[in-house]
T-cell receptor
């Protein structure tokens, strides 16, 4: 069965600090990977996605993520966070071979950026 | 494009009452998903539809929950009878067949059962 682990439940950073949020998944086959962001009181929005090709993907607002197949990881990074990045971040995975279209989400990481 | 539309945005009801949540997916999207979000359990998939047909309802917690999609532009999630532990934010999402599983989420319905 597929599962997604986000080990950091709550991360607190000062503005301009660098960010890395961990995401590991358990599935041996080919996957599609996603990071979603949920700003306070809002719905989930897509931040970035990986389907194939260059394992380093760039998303909106300066975020990027690197797919490392050997580590089953898809960590999210940003070199310098801003107060407006305060939100909850969800990693999600879909296993292509299953033919199913549902996503498995991690439990989320809450990021608080202190001005 | 208006995005995924959900109603109501907030619902407060008493235990035992019937609750109906509504969702209008993005036009042309083939898939529709219902999720529940709580502090304790995070984001859980309840059920999803493909072309109005339920594909996987294994996430529906119990028989008190039911979901329908009578046509391509409308779905409902019903809880009858509701219980306090059903209090959560319920999200609807839709996805086109060509999107490689990228999902577009609605604003959610915050349900409080007293």
């Amino acid at each position: 069965a597929q599962s997604v682990s986000q080990h950091n439940h709550h991360v607190i950073l000062s503005e301009a600090a660098s960010l890395e949020l961990g995401c590991n998944y358990s599935y041996g086959g080919t996957v599609n990977l996603f990071w979603y962001v949920q700003y306070p009181g809002q719905h989930l929005q897509l931040l970035l996605k990986y389907f194939s090709g260059d394992p380093l993907v760039k998303g909106i607002k300066g975020f990027e993520a690197e797919f490392i197949k050997s580590k089953f990881s898809f960590n999210l990074r940003k070199p310098s966070v801003q107060w407006s990045d305060t939100a909850e971040y969800f990693c999600a995975v879909n296993a292509r071979q299953t033919g199913a279209n549902n996503l498995f989400f991690g439990t989320g990481t809450r990021l608080t950026v202190i001005p | 494009d208006a995005g995924v539309i959900q109603s109501p945005r907030h619902e407060v009801t008493e235990m035992g009452q019937e609750v109906t949540l509504r969702c209008k997916p993005i036009s042309g999207h083939d898939y529709l998903f219902w999720y529940r979000q709580t502090m304790m359990r995070g984001l859980e998939l309840l059920i999803y539809f493909n072309n109005n047909v339920p594909i996987d309802d294994s996430g529906m917690p119990e028989d008190r929950f039911s979901a329908k999609m009578p046509n391509a532009s409308f779905s409902t999630l019903k809880i009858q009878p509701s219980e306090p532990r059903d209090s959560a934010v319920y999200f609807c999402a839709s996805s086109p067949i060509t999107s490689r599983n990228e999902q577009f989420f609605g604003p959610g319905t915050r349900l409080t059962v007293l």
